[in-house]
């Protein structure tokens, strides 16, 4: 089911998947930066077989409203929001890429929300002086209009080199969504990216189960940075997927759903 809610003065298009919680809790997908809800529609919807899955356009993506910097604790503060009217108290939080910032964000300002965490492709470290100098770059790109030129140079690179023709129809579809969202929006998320604080300590004081995927063919966060923080946090379980870039649950749908399932099944078995 899908519709619009107003979160923190802002409409939101939010989608479910399958039954509502009740007291079972559920599993809330995060999208990306320049993605929207429709990048999980074919993971959420089997996600929504086993138990209830809530997606939605981020501020700034998708159809829903944004601020002038969507900040991560903004962000946060809508997804949290939109749970609380939809009913859900208690959420496995799945982010994908930004969508892992802010999931971080949730988990730090509403812990009785986030009984569990993945990070899909996403870490807790800061921007670096060299990725703000890139998030400035963006959005440079954006405001002269060539945002159609910036979207056809960073969406293919979300996939393995060799997942890129396989993946045709999934990548045009996100192209789609990504030109879909208004350029001030887009322009607000990277500000609220490029000022996100570093959660490695928070992520250190997080006692609930704590889930890693990566892709070894990642092209954003290199193997070599994805196996210093499974170092970092040996408590968390992990996924390597071997043949997957930055967007697992689309080359490897398979093995990322049977992991996820997995980890939210000790949510609903506790």
């Known amino acids: ?37 429709e990048v999980w529609e074919r993971f959420a919807g089997q996600l929504g077989k086993s138990v209830y899955t809530i997606t939605l356009d981020l501020p700034g993506h998708g159809l829903s409203g944004a601020r002038s910097v969507n900040s991560m604790e903004l962000m946060a503060d809508v997804a949290g929001e939109a749970c609380r009217k939809l009913g859900v108290e208690r959420a496995s939080v799945v982010g994908h890429s930004m969508g892992g910032y802010v999931a971080l ?6 812990p009785a929300l986030a009984s569990r965490l993945c990070l899909m492709h996403a870490t807790p ?10 998030r400035d770059r963006e959005a440079a790109l954006i405001a002269a209009g060539k945002k159609e030129l910036l979207v056809s140079q960073s969406l293919p690179m979300m996939f393995a080199a060799d997942n890129v ?17 208004d350029d001030a929006g887009t322009i607000a998320s990277l500000r609220g990216m490029k ?17 890693f995927i990566f892709g070894k063919k990642d092209r954003y966060i290199s193997w070599e940075t994805a196996k210093a923080l499974m170092e ?9 997927l071997e043949n997957s870039g930055h967007a697992g649950f689309i080359e490897e749908e398979e093995a990322t759903l049977s992991a996820v399932l997995a980890f939210v099944a000790g949510e609903r078995s506790a």
């Open 195 to 211: 000022e996100r604080e570093d959660m490695n300590d928070f992520l250190k004081t997080f006692g609930k189960p704590l889930l």
């Open 232 to 240: 970092r946090f040996p408590q968390a379980q992990t996924l390597a």
């Open 125 to 134: 470290d800061a921007d670096t002086d060299e990725q703000k100098q890139q």
């Open 165 to 181: 023709s396989r993946l045709y129809e999934p990548l045009a579809d996100l192209e789609t969504c990504a030109l879909i969202a």
């Open 105 to 110: 964000a949730l988990a730090k300002k509403y």
């Open 1 to 37: 089911m899908e519709k619009f809610i107003t979160c923190c003065h802002i409409p939101v298009r939010v989608a479910t998947y399958g039954a509502p919680a009740g007291e079972s809790g559920a599993v809330l997908l995060l999208h990306g930066y320049m993605e929207s809800l």
